[in-house]
C-alpha cells in the first residue's frame, strides 16, 4: 500500500484535496477570516472581489443590471433575475432558451468602481441588510371586479404558484 500524497495538496480544516498549490490557496479564502478585498469608502472588508463589487455597487447608486423586457434597472443581479422571473416568465424563457445572457454587459469593472467610489461625493451609505426583503414589497394586483360584488363562493385560485 503506497499512498502518494505528495502531489496532493489537503486542506487542513477541512481535508479536501487539490491538485495544485495554487487551487489550494484559493480554496483556503473560504476558511480565512482574510478579508482582502476592501471598500475604500467605508472600510468594510470582504472576502471576494465579487462581494466587494457587489458592496461598490451599492455605494455608487449604480444600476447596471437592466432588465432586458422593459426599462426596469437593478443594483443588484439577483433582483433583477426575481423580477424577470416576475414580470416576464415567458420572455425569460424564450431567452434562456435562445442561450443568451445578457447579465453582465453593463456591469462596471471593479476598477472602475473603486475610482467611482472614492471620487464620487454623493455615495449612498450602504445598510447593513444581508438579504433583503425587496420581494416582500410585491404588491397583489388589484382585482378590479372581484372586490367590487364579493361573493361567498370566490374562486380563489389566482395564486399561481411560485418555486
Ligand atoms: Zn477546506
Ligand atoms: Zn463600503
Ligand atoms: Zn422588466
Do not use: W
Amino acid at each position: 500500500m503506497e499512498i502518494h500524497s505528495s502531489n496532493k495538496h489537503t486542506c487542513g480544516e477541512c481535508g479536501l484535496q487539490l491538485n495544485s498549490r495554487v487551487t489550494l490557496n484559493r480554496h483556503m479564502l473560504v476558511h480565512s477570516d482574510v478579508m482582502s478585498h476592501k471598500c475604500d469608502y467605508c472600510g468594510r472588508e470582504f472576502k471576494r472581489a465579487k462581494t466587494l463589487k457587489a458592496h461598490l455597487i451599492l455605494h455608487s447608486g449604480l444600476k447596471p443590471y437592466s432588465c432586458d423586457f422593459c426599462d426596469r434597472t437593478f443594483a443588484n443581479g439577483a433582483n433583477c433575475r426575481t423580477h424577470k422571473k416576475k414580470s416576464h416568465p415567458e420572455e425569460l424563457a424564450a431567452q434562456e432558451a435562445s442561450g443568451e445572457k445578457q447579465f453582465t454587459k453593463n456591469i462596471p469593472k471593479l476598477a472602475v468602481l473603486k475610482t467611482v467610489t472614492r471620487s464620487a461625493e454623493n455615495l449612498v451609505p450602504v445598510v447593513s441588510k444581508q438579504s433583503g426583503n425587496f420581494s416582500s414589497g410585491e404588491k397583489p394586483k388589484p382585482r378590479l371586479k372581484a372586490e367590487l360584488q364579493p361573493q361567498p363562493q370566490a374562486q380563489q385560485q389566482q395564486n399561481s404558484v411560485f418555486h
